[in-house]
Nanobody, 120 residues
Framework: QVQLVESGGGLVQPGGSLRLSCAAS????????MGWYRQAPGKQRELVAA???????NYADSVKGRFTISRDNAKNTVYLQMNSLKPEDTAVYYC??????????????WGQGTQVTVSS
């Protein structure tokens, strides 16, 4: 009922930058928190950054000072600006959003994931 479509992944050299986008669509009434998670091969999925509808943010310690999460509430879109990328940032990045549908039902949805590879 809610679709999240991510874009912006790819291959980048260490020290480079990428910007991920995630657009939510469907019978959405409101979105509370939106966030980015990542999962590297052989590892558990972990929270990278999250942002509330009011703009409060939190980050994993490993990305503080390098990544910035932002959102456009009018477009139901969340962004992740990633700077000073390191090889250990290589992972599949997933978008997550939770909120309420027009019907009043709450939802929680995941995107399909986008690959980020940091390598020389």
């Amino acid at each position: 009922q809610v679709q999240l479509v991510e874009s912006g992944g790819g291959l980048v050299q260490p020290g480079g930058s990428l910007r991920l986008s995630c657009a939510a669509s469907g019978s959405i009434f409101s979105i509370n928190a939106m966030g980015w998670y990542r999962q590297a091969p052989g590892k558990q999925r972990e929270l990278v950054a999250a942002i509330t509808s009011g703009g409060s943010t939190n980050y994993a310690d490993s990305v503080k000072g390098r990544f910035t999460i932002s959102r456009d509430n009018a477009k139901n879109t969340v962004y992740l600006q990633m700077n000073s990328l390191k090889p250990e940032d290589t992972a599949v990045y997933y978008c997550n959003a939770g909120g309420s549908l027009v019907s009043g039902t709450e939802f929680g949805s995941w995107g399909q994931g986008t690959q980020v590879t940091v390598s020389s």
